[in-house]
């Protein structure tokens, strides 16, 4: 069975980096798209940033110039490095991939559970 664990929260002072880690581990033929989104209290999950594996990628604007999306294929693991950190980054982020197993019919979705980033003094 297919699994994402993310890792690299945690607490950081404004202007702080972090970096986070995903690792998809299981049964799995081939990863297309990963992302990472993120949800605050009271708020919708968006996305953050994703990557094709090709190496394409897409960041919402409010992290563009701060956080970087990168993967590693032959590991299956996604990072992001979040530098420039503010307060409004304080979320909990979510690593999502679109993955197919061995053995099955169709791509499918995959989530983590999630990892706390929290910025404060």
């Known amino acids: 069975q297919v699994q994402l664990v993310e890792s690299g929260g945690g607490l950081v002072q404004p202007g702080g980096s972090l970096r986070l880690s995903c690792a998809a581990s299981?049964?799995?033929?081939?990863?297309?798209?990963m992302g990472w989104y993120r949800q605050a209290p009271g708020k919708q999950r968006e996305l953050v940033a994703n990557?094709?594996?090709?190496?394409?990628?897409n960041y919402a604007d409010f992290v563009k110039g701060r956080f970087t999306d990168s993967r590693d294929n032959a590991k299956n693991t996604l990072y992001l490095q979040m530098n420039s950190l503010k307060p409004e980054d304080t979320a909990v982020y979510y690593c999502?991939?679109?993955?197919?197993?061995?053995?099955?019919?169709?791509?499918?979705?995959?989530w983590g559970q999630g990892t706390q980033v929290t910025v404060s003094t």
């Open positions: 999502n991939a679109n993955i197919w197993e061995y053995r099955d019919t169709r791509e499918r979705d995959y």
């Open positions: 299981g049964s799995i033929f081939s990863i297309s798209n």
């Open positions: 990557i094709f594996s090709g190496g394409r990628t």
